[in-house]
């Protein structure tokens, strides 16, 4: 089945809750404002309605249903039959914020496809789609990059180790490989390759003991060792 003929992700029932919970608790909307934005809405009509709760609590008004205004009041009257989770709010807004990524992300790709047949350098192609990638799947989650940003960071981090002899993470007691690698860092995995007997073991309880002593919490775990 080709792109063009499946359905975008969406959760109507999820927009609908959303959109219920603030009108039974117009103070919720004070939670939802900073991780929702009307483009998350899959149906036109609750975007609507959620720009125009926007509109009026900018101008310092209640969500009253004959302030809505036409068409609108009656969308939004049609909200309130029903009992929704206001406690969760925050929760159901990541969740339909997850749901609209997955829909422009699935575009991204449609509009890359469609690029692939023209004309333009591939590599500028890549580079394009991985740059809207990052933007759309760094909204709110802090910390995504591409592989050379990360590996030019990492240079330039044991670069300046190497030269001032600090380290971002917690150094080992081998200084070669503090050089290496920065220290231990959270995040990184870390493994140590060798034929039997050469020692991996009494390496990793090396390094466990030396970041103990250094103040970090280690711990030891062995599926072939009593």
């Given amino acids: 089945m080709t792109a063009e003929l499946r359905q975008f992700p969406n959760n109507v029932d999820l927009e609908r809750e959303i959109l219920g919970a603030i009108m039974q608790d117009p103070v919720s909307f004070t939670e939802a404002l900073p991780v929702l934005d009307s483009q998350y809405f899959y149906l036109e009509q ?4 959620f720009d125009r709760m ?13 302030l809505f205004g036409g068409e609108i009041s009656a969308m ?3 909200l309130c039959d029903g009992s929704y989770r206001t406690t969760e ?3 159901l807004c990541e969740s339909l914020k997850a749901i609209w990524q997955r829909r422009e992300a699935i575009k991204y790709a449609m509009e890359f496809e469609d690029a692939c047949f023209g004309d333009e350098e591939i590599g500028g192609l890549v580079s394009g789609i991985q740059t809207r990638l990052l933007k759309l799947f760094a909204l709110g989650r802090g910390s995504l990059s591409s592989i050379g940003e990360s ?5 330039e981090a044991i670069e300046l180790a190497m030269k001032t002899g600090k380290f971002a993470g917690v150094p080992s007691h081998m200084r070669r490989l503090n050089e290496m690698i920065g220290g231990f860092r959270k995040g990184n995995l870390i493994s140590i390759g060798a034929r039997p007997g050469i020692g991996k073991t009494a390496l990793a309880c090396c390094f466990t003991h030396h970041l103990i ?5 280690g ?3 062995s599926a072939e060792m009593t």
């Fill in 46 to 49: 609750h975007r609507r309605i």
């Fill in 54 to 66: 926007k509109q009026l609590s900018a101008a310092g008004h209640g969500f009253e249903f004959h």
């Fill in 76 to 78: 939004a009257f049609a």
């Fill in 89 to 91: 709010l925050a929760a």
């Fill in 151 to 155: 590996a030019v960071e990492s240079v």
């Fill in 213 to 217: 002593l250094k103040g970090a919490k």
């Fill in 219 to 221: 711990l030891f775990v």
